[in-house]
């Protein structure tokens, strides 16, 4: 397959998709839930001023989600929100009422009884899982993908999941996930949601919400004008341009771009065709982007992309390599943002966009001047040390 960056745009027209779940009260309501952890701390928006000046725009912000209840990746806030209003409803109680300290109390272990979580993970939403059943002291089950790295699997495990590496791809893991789930009595809490199956991924995408309203709070609600967001399955992207476009309003919010690897490039095929159905990447997806390795997107994240995400772009594996690059190695006094490959693709897309002439037709398209004002979030840290060396000293994924 050739690697090339393309891009496509969808025009919003009628009557637009509900945002209501991921308005600013929802947010704040997921956000003090986060607040209740004794290790909740807001992670940093890196103001990276010298790079803004260097490539030519206002300002670059972003969110740095390496930070993350010492997870290394934003994916904790979903896995937590979703077990406790998964709890919240078994109990008959409002998630308002559910602290940590309660969620965690002898009482409510006693009430709810051993429960086991299960899910499949390219890495970052199973940590997330393992951690919070490890906080309520319940079990978790993780499935991954073949190919997955070792160390994501033995973060897993030291979290006292039992974690296994399958033969398997990204969507059949999840699918064999579920049918374990099934069997056993199990409850799935999977970050994707298809036809039936949207509950548990609701509250999952609701709990990634925190990220958005910190930066919102962070940035003082000062009007950006362009926002970029990773895709997997679309889920993180979707409740992220729910957030905005409910706190902006859809005629104010900035210009939104989705941000995908061409090896799982699901959601810009899916805008492409624009036909009302959704399309899927097949078969082995061996990006170096593994938290993006997704072939299909999930429903509900795509019901809002397709009516509030302006630009949906796929981009080889060398932008996420050219974004680490550029992260790790600030310009004079900017804060270093340790970013791994799905944090950093949309950075690397950001600076490909502003420096390649080539490029010019899409920095037109996309509406980038010396005005933007920019937010970028870096969704993981080095989630795979080794990889991250070889990438970043050894100059792995050259841009040329
Ligand atoms: C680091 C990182 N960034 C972004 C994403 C994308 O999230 P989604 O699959 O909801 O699109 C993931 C998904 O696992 C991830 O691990």
């Known amino acids: 397959m050739q690697e090339t960056i393309k891009a496509v745009h969808l025009d919003h027209q009628g009557t637009l998709s509900d945002t209501s779940s991921f ?62 209003s998964y709890i919240a409803k078994k109990l008959g109680v409002d998630i308002s009422e559910l602290s ?66 399958t033969d398997l791809n990204y969507d059949d893991t999840v699918r064999f996930a579920a049918k374990q789930a099934e069997a056993n009595g199990w409850v799935f809490v999977q970050d994707t949601a298809w036809d039936g199956y949207t509950e548990i991924p609701g509250w999952i995408m609701q709990g990634y919400m925190t990220m ?29 341009t729910g957030f905005f476009s409910s706190v902006y309003g859809d005629d104010k919010r900035p210009i939104i771009t989705i941000v995908e690897p061409n090896k799982a ?29 997704c072939g299909e997107p999930c429903t509900i994240g795509w019901d809002i ?50 420096q390649n002439p080539s490029l010019r037709e899409l920095r037109e398209q996309l509406q980038i001047t010396e005005q933007s004002d920019i937010l970028c979030f870096s969704t993981e840290g080095d989630t795979d040390k080794e990889n991250y060396r070889r990438i970043v000293w050894d100059g792995l994924f050259p841009s040329f």
């Open 265 to 293: 490039d699901c959601i810009y095929r899916t805008a492409a065709a624009n036909d009302g159905t959704l399309h899927v990447v097949k078969g082995d997806m061996d990006s170096i982007m593994a938290g993006l390795c």
């Open 305 to 354: 992309l397709k009516d509030h995400a302006d630009h949906f772009v796929s981009v080889p594996d060398w932008v996420a390599a050219k974004g680490m690059r550029v992260l790790g190695n600030p310009m004079g006094d900017d804060p270093r943002v340790i970013s791994g490959e799905s944090g950093a693709v949309t950075t690397g897309f950001v600076a490909e966009l502003l």
């Open 23 to 84: 308005s600013l009260a929802a947010a704040q309501k997921v956000q003090a839930f986060h607040q209740s952890f004794p290790d909740y701390q807001e992670t940093p928006l890196a103001d990276l001023k010298n790079l803004a000046a260097c490539l030519g725009v206002k300002r670059i912000h972003v969110k740095d989600e390496s930070y993350r209840f010492g997870l290394n990746a934003f994916k904790g806030l979903g896995g937590s929100f979703c077990i406790a």
């Open 212 to 240: 958005a309203y910190e930066a919102y709070q962070q940035l003082q609600h000062e009007p950006l004008t362009h926002i970029f967001l990773q895709a997997g399955v679309g889920a993180m992207s979707g409740a992220l």
């Open 100 to 165: 940590y300290e309660k969620i965690t109390s002898p009482a409510i272990k006693e009430k709810l009884g051993p429960l086991t979580f299960v899910t499949a993970t390219d890495g970052n939403h199973g940590r997330g899982i393992a951690w919070t059943a490890n906080r309520l002291g319940q079990k978790a089950v993780i499935y991954m993908p073949k190919g997955s790295a070792e160390e994501r699997l033995h973060n897993i495990r030291k979290l006292g999941a039992e974690a296994s590496i």
